[in-house]
């Protein structure tokens, strides 16, 4: 019998988290941000997955990044919400069927997307950045997150894999 693998995560996290709450679509935040900022976010080969064994729901999660040569960054903006069409299973007469929600970070369930940068930056970006935010018309806040405190913060190591 094979030996399961385990993963050990380091306790040091050296993430930088920007909580967005937008009600625009995907694409449009994207757009949003790349005008209102020096960042040129672009749709990613895979969107960030993730199964759910308990309720066999399969979430999609898009994806944009932005590689900014010239301060040696990577950026990432997520959507944090997925709805998905659920059905009730044969043999399952009183199951809900309908739509349901799944959240990449579920802490922050109010957030609708997050920036992110595993890249040591200075604060001062950070703070930049989350001003610049806060400019378009239709984002109602946006807000820095300390990944420290997250309970699920592995589910944001997906964003570095090649």
């Known amino acids: 019998m ?23 679509p995907n694409y449009r935040m994207a757009f949003l941000i790349n005008q209102a900022t020096h960042c040129y976010f672009s749709r990613a080969e895979k969107d960030v997955e993730f ?13 944009y990044e932005f590689k900014d040569e010239e301060m040696m960054m990577d950026w990432y903006l997520v959507a ?16 809900d069927s309908g739509t349901r929600k799944t959240y990449l970070v579920q802490d922050h369930q109010q ?9 040591d930056c200075n604060p001062a970006l ?5 001003k610049q935010l806060k400019s ?14 997250l309970k699920h ?3 944001l ?6």
């Open 51 to 63: 199964y759910d064994r308990k309720t066999e729901l399969r979430s999609n999660f898009a994806l």
């Open 2 to 24: 094979a030996k399961p693998l385990v993963l050990e995560l380091e306790d040091d996290f050296p993430v930088q988290l920007i909580g967005i709450i937008c009600p625009e």
């Open 80 to 95: 944090n919400k997925f709805s998905a069409k659920s059905d009730a299973k044969d043999g399952e007469l009183f199951t």
């Open 157 to 162: 190591y997906f964003l570095h894999e090649d």
């Open 111 to 119: 957030a609708d997307y997050f920036i992110q940068t595993m890249d």
């Open 153 to 155: 913060k592995e589910h």
């Open 126 to 130: 950070i703070g930049s950045m989350v």
């Open 136 to 149: 378009i018309s239709s984002v109602i806040t946006a807000y820095t997150i300390d990944a420290e405190g």
